[in-house]
């Protein structure tokens, strides 16, 4: 299968073009199982002392006042509005839109949110709760989280989710996969996700960083799928007890610049799972300026998966423009 897709990848690849693609750099790293696989080990190893270090250096930033009112509505612009429980219901899609749209009914200065994101089966009712507001839908696939499906049922999954309409899929890749060293496999599924998406959506590659267990495997899943064409990496699904944190976020983010300076090709960020407070999203905001600056400060470029922050951001934007705490019944619980 690796076979397969990586030829038809790159036939595509080679076919001109005005806009620079990551394949037309690194289109030998891709003809074979063995050339990624030295790609891949090839790659500088992460010092994991350095990098904590420099992650929670960058978190001590202050940001304050005028600067801090541009970094609320820059996070709350940023976040994917996100209902993924086995209870979801049209009804509850479609009250999550309508935060998306309008987070803060009280103030129509409020930014809207990048996205909400659900379930395939709830695409319809999401599509609908957004319309013509420019709050984009994004749908998870794969068999997510886990991604134990064969790759014609993920496919499938994916077709569905583009067929009613979502604007990104969010797809998980198979850790088992990748830790068992069969990163052609995993190439190839991503490559395989890409084309099932079609030119109406764009990908976001969940690599599930608590499983991956290394530093240095967060690197190479990282450049496994920007070289296979995501459109954004993201570090979690939220389900397991490990997702974003500072240092694998500082690493992902070094990645898309480095595959950038390669290629030419810019892919987005996404970590996703623990991100609860306004505190926690500027000290975000603070590694993507500092690490990629200015040019991937744009939800199109970088998102938080974290519904629970939304909150905790409207409620301190309210803190800024009245000096004081909204009352616990200011923001509704999603």
Request: hydrophobic share 45%.
């Amino acid at each position: 299968m690796y076979t397969r897709y990586a030829r038809r990848y790159a036939r595509l690849v080679t076919m001109p073009t005005n806009a620079p693609t990551a394949a037309h750099a690194l289109a030998d790293v891709t003809t074979s199982d063995s050339s990624l696989r030295r790609f891949l080990h090839g790659l500088p190893g992460v010092d994991a002392v350095g990098l904590e270090a420099r992650a929670a250096s960058l978190g001590t930033r202050s940001i304050k006042t005028t600067a801090k009112a541009y970094a609320i509505d820059l996070a709350i612009s940023m976040v994917d509005l996100t209902t993924l429980e086995g209870a979801d219901t049209p009804g509850k899609v479609r009250a999550l839109g309508a935060k998306a749209v309008h987070p803060d009914p009280t103030d129509r200065t409020t930014p809207a949110t990048a996205a909400v994101c659900v379930y395939p089966d709830m695409v319809a009712a999401a599509k609908a709760a957004v319309a013509g507001s420019g709050v984009k839908v994004a749908s998870v696939a794969t068999a997510f989280p886990a991604g134990r499906a064969a790759l014609d049922v993920k496919l499938a999954d994916v077709r569905d989710a583009v067929a009613a309409g979502a604007d990104e899929i969010d797809m998980v890749i198979d850790r088992g996969a990748f830790l068992a060293g069969k990163f052609g496999k995993v190439y190839d599924e991503i490559v395989a996700v890409k084309e099932a998406c079609g030119d109406s959506a764009r990908l976001k590659v969940i690599f599930e960083t608590g499983e991956l267990s290394t530093y240095d495997n967060i690197r190479r899943a990282s450049w496994i799928g920007m070289l296979a064409g995501a459109d954004f990496i993201k570090t979690s699904t939220g389900k397991v007890a490990v997702n974003a944190t500072p240092a694998n976020t500082l690493l992902m983010l070094e990645a898309v610049r480095d595959f950038r300076d390669r290629t030419g090709v810019q892919v987005g960020v996404k970590p996703a799972g623990g991100i609860r407070t306004t505190k926690d999203a500027v000290k975000f905001l603070v590694l993507v300026n500092e690490t990629v600056g200015e040019d991937w400060l744009d939800n199109h470029w970088f998102r938080f998966g974290a519904s629970s922050l939304l909150n905790d951001l409207l409620m301190q934007r309210q803190k800024l423009a009245t000096g004081r705490y909204s009352g616990p019944d200011y923001v509704t619980v999603d």
